[in-house]
């Protein structure tokens, strides 16, 4: 048998498709944005809706003294967490971090029919259920995220309507998502977040995302929004409606 085609696309609400086809519009999200959406969700969906995007937790589990000696990880821990060249005793820490400063537009790469059965009903952001009843196919990834980069401008965030996207971001990022823990002990796994690993549960929404990192020195507390309408010249040369009717 021939192999399927993997393809990648953007799934939508058929309510909202014409922000995209029509109006040349994408939405480009925080990891902070999608932690609101689900903590004001009465009705979730545990394969979909994320809390923890871009989060990394670490579990203490073994007792430490830092004045003896640790491990080079424990240190780099206490360090980050707690403060540098601390010293004392410590047990059952649990510490959380999170990568910020950047807007992410999440595509899925795969086989269309599988794709379709993951999104097509999930909770709503106020608790019924609702479709992602639309679907438009990534033509040109490339080519969108330089459009996007190079070309777009913010049509919906006072005061910086109008102004090109690129005034805040200098790059754009493709990748797979890898579908891997986010939990792990201080002796294990991976030390830094990162914008392109979700928990296993997630991995039916075979997820590849574009990310725009904001300029170091505009990344101060507060001042990256939770997410960004930006307005795509010729978008549609980028991407097509794939009817799912």
């Given amino acids: ?28 999200a925080s990891p902070e944005y999608y932690e609101r959406e689900y903590q004001g969700m009465e009705v979730k969906d545990p394969k979909i809706n994320d809390p923890n995007e871009g989060v990394l937790v670490h579990i203490q589990d073994r007792d430490i003294d830092s004045s003896v000696e640790i491990t080079e990880r424990e240190r780099i821990l206490l360090d980050r967490f707690v403060g540098p060249n601390v010293q004392g005793k410590f047990s059952r820490n649990v510490f959380s971090s999170r990568v910020g400063g950047f807007h992410m537009l999440c595509l899925c790469l795969g086989e269309l029919e599988e794709l379709v059965a993951t999104f097509r009903h999930v909770p709503g952001p106020d608790g019924s259920v609702q479709s992602y009843d639309a679907c438009v196919e990534i033509i ?34 493709c990748a797979n998502v890898v579908y891997e823990p986010i939990v792990h002990s201080w002796r294990s796994g991976p030390l830094d977040p990162s914008p392109f690993r979700k928990d296993p549960s997630f991995a039916d929404q075979r997820e590849r995302r574009m990310i725009f990192p904001w300029r170091p020195s505009l990344q101060a507390p507060g001042s990256v929004p939770e997410t960004l309408l930006v307005y795509v010249p010729d978008l549609n040369r ?4 794939v009817p799912l009717d």
């Fill in 238 to 241: 980028f991407i097509r409606e």
């Fill in 1 to 28: 048998m021939p192999e399927r085609s993997r393809r990648l696309f953007k799934f939508l609400r058929k309510k909202d498709l014409h922000y995209v086809t029509v109006s040349n519009t994408l939405k480009l």
């Fill in 140 to 173: 040109d990834e490339q080519g969108l995220g330089t459009q996007i980069l190079r070309h777009s401008t913010v049509v919906e965030c006072p005061p910086r309507v109008g102004t090109p996207l690129k005034k805040y971001v200098s790059q754009v990022g």
